[in-house]
Structures are given as C-alpha cells and as structure tokens.
C-alpha cells in the first residue's frame, strides 16, 4: 500500500532564509508525488508535481522539490522564505504501476515563517 | 466555472439528522475524490469516482456514508444519523486521469 511520511510536524525559520519541508514515499511501482499548500480557512492548493522527467521540479510561489529515488523522498524548498509562506503542507503521493488512483497524503508539516 | 465549487461551505446540524454535501467539479475532470479533514489531523481518503467507471469506496468509514456522482459532473456525499464524531472539513477535488487534483474550499461540518 501506498503511504507517505512527513516527520516534522512543524518547521520554524526566519524570513530570508532557505527552507527545507521532508517528505519520503512508499509504493510498490512507481510515484506520482505533489505538494499542497492550506492556508487558514482555505482549501488545498497545489504546488508543484513530480510525474516523470527531471529530478527537480519548479512550482509555483519559487518552491521546488527534489525527487531522490534511492531515499524514496521529495523534499520541498525555497531558497529564500517569506512570512506569506506560513502555511499547512501536505506531501501526497499515488502510485502509477497499480492503476489505483487513490491519493495518499501524509500528515501534513506547519511551515511557521518569522519577520 | 473556474475551480471546484462546494456547498455549503459551513453546515451546523443536530446529532442524529442526515446532510448532503455537494461538489462541482471544474468542467472535462473525469477523477473526482472526497477526503476527510479533522481538527488537527490530515487528510482522510474518503471516496474515488473515475469516469463511469465503478467507484473507490475504500475510505468509507461506516455505512452512513455514502456518495453518488451524476452524469459524470456533480457529486453528493451524504451523511446519515450525523454524529459529533463526524464534525470536520469535507474536501472534493478533481482532475484529469494521472494528474494532480484541484480541490474546493472545502463544507465544514459540525455536528451539535
């Protein structure tokens, strides 16, 4: 079965600063991996996607994610946060070899961006 | 319309009444999909449509829950005999086969 794991449940820095938000993946084919953001009151936003093709993915607001297969992660970054950034990320992943459409999303990490 | 649409987007009912939570989904997206967020906790799978195919009911948490899509567009998930334990933001997203999903803003449920 597919699942993802977010081990932070909340990653603290300052603004200006890089930012790192961990995400590793377990399926038994091969992934499909996103990134969502929440805002407070809001629904789920996408961000950025890995499917196929280059390891490292642009998406929207300057992040990006990295797909590391050997370490079944996708860690999102940006080089430089903003307090706007502060927000509820989730890590999701499907798993393209079993036809099984079923998103799974990890817990979810709170992204707490200080001035 | 321009994104997902649900409604409504908050419902307070009494313990024990039965509620229908709808969702629109954007034009030509085939995939739909019910999750389940609770206070604090993550996203829980509720249900999959895909086309005409049969659905994914997987995620269903009891028989009070169930859910139906018609002519491929609008879907309905329905609670019945709501209890307090169900009280939690219903989320629906769709898209095309194989790519991300785009959801709505989300009905917020309490149940009193």
């Known amino acids: 079965a597919q699942s993802v794991a977010q081990p932070e449940d909340q990653v603290n820095v300052a603004e200006g600063n890089p930012l790192t938000v961990k995400c590793t993946y377990s399926?038994?084919?091969?992934?499909?991996l996103f990134w969502y953001v929440q805002y407070p009151n809001r629904g789920l936003q996408f961000l950025l996607k890995?499917?196929?093709?280059?390891?490292l993915v642009k998406g929207s607001y300057g992040f990006e994610a990295e797909f590391n297969k050997s370490q079944t992660s996708f860690h999102l970054k940006k080089p430089s946060a903003l307090v706007s950034d502060s927000a509820l990320y989730f890590c999701?992943?499907?798993?393209?070899?079993?036809?099984?459409?079923?998103?799974?999303f990890g817990t979810g990490t709170r992204l707490l961006v200080s001035p | 319309g321009a994104g997902v649409s649900q409604s409504p987007s908050n419902k307070v009912t009494e313990k024990g009444k039965d509620v229908e939570l709808r969702c629109d989904p954007i034009s030509g997206h085939t995939a739909l999909y019910w999750y389940r967020q609770s206070l604090g906790q993550g996203l829980e799978f509720l249900i999959y449509?895909?086309?005409?195919?049969?659905?994914?009911k997987s995620g269903l948490p009891s028989d009070r829950f169930s859910a139906e899509r018609t002519g491929g567009s609008v879907s309905t998930l329905t609670i019945q005999r709501t209890q307090q334990e169900d009280s939690a933001v219903y989320l629906c997203g769709g898209g095309r086969l194989n790519t991300e999903a785009f959801f709505g803003q989300g009905t917020r449920l309490t149940v009193v």
């Open positions: 999701a992943v499907r798993d393209m070899n079993t036809g099984f459409q079923k998103l799974v």
């Open positions: 449509f895909q086309g005409n195919s049969a659905p994914d």
């Open positions: 890995y499917i196929t093709g280059d390891n």
């Open positions: 399926v038994s084919g091969n992934p499909y």
